[in-house]
């Protein structure tokens, strides 16, 4: 599929709510990962997958009461997250899914376990995220999470999506998912029958990528993508907080930018766009001997 044929409209459900942390809460659970299946380059060594769209759809849906309570009384979530003394989305994302992990009576897991580590003697292994039982499927699944943000660049191929520090790269998570995170055949003395990646977040393709540019069949489309670029657009976007990458405030948190610093900017007067900017890099510049 190429750029021209992208969709415009999207499942977006966190945006009815009012209260900044419960729609992240929302954001959390509707939105769907950010690849419907996994790249044929990828060299598996230990298999896992993601979850489709209507099954994040569906858990909406069926929490949807319960995030209506929140949007009204906020406080069992807000105690629930002060705990948190890390600013780091990655796990302000982790501890949002936990809280609903813990609310089953509104979905068919029961969570087993979080942040478990798997030790050999006096040596780590690794830690797992999640490990559920499902009681739909009656098996239980390990499940890693992850929200990331990265930038297509040139052909969009595995290797070409890159995050803000360009050690992080899709290809090197991917990787690292199936080396290391889903290694283990067991936790807490269950066997793991069921492996998922929680990949969520946002990625954003080059401002002047072309129409007819095709864009690569593992990325997910039903997702709003975003657009990143090194200029300046003639147009009114306002810098988003860093908590407001998962989901941006109900009201503009900041007047029109003036000022532009590398960040995430949205506008939302017709409709949502995203753009990330990033300061073009520094030209080398050579002495010149008079």
Known sequence: MNIASVKTSYF???????HPMV???????????????????????HNF??????????HFQNYLP????????????????????????????????WFWLQEDQYHCYQLLGHSIQKIDGARTLGELDFLVFNKGTQQVEHWEVALKYYLGEDEL??????????????????????????????????EIQQRFAVLKGQLY?????????SVPDWVNLTRRHGMWGTVIPNSKFYRLQRHEW?????????????????????KNIEETQFYMFRHPPLLNLRLVHN
């Open 12 to 18: 977006e459900p966190w945006l009815q709510f009012n």
């Open 23 to 45: 729609r992240q809460l929302a954001f959390t659970i509707a939105s769907p990962n950010l690849l419907r299946h996994l790249p044929q380059s990828l060299a598996i060594q």
């Open 49 to 58: 997958q993601f979850h489709p769209d209507h099954v994040w759809e569906q």
């Open 66 to 97: 319960r995030l209506k309570q929140l949007d009204e009384s906020p406080e069992p979530l807000l105690h629930f997250m002060s705990r948190l003394k890390s600013t780091r989305l990655g796990l302000r994302f982790e501890n949002l899914l």
């Open 157 to 190: 191929n595995l290797e070409q999506w890159i995050g803000l520090n360009r050690e992080d790269t899709l290809s090197k998570k991917l990787y690292h998912f199936t080396d290391k995170q889903f290694q283990f055949p067991d936790a807490l003395s269950f």
């Open 205 to 213: 393709l080059p401002l002047n990528l072309p129409q007819q540019q």
């Open 246 to 266: 998962l989901c941006p405030n109900k009201e503009a948190s900041s007047y029109p930018a003036d000022w532009w610093t590398d960040g995430l900017y949205c």
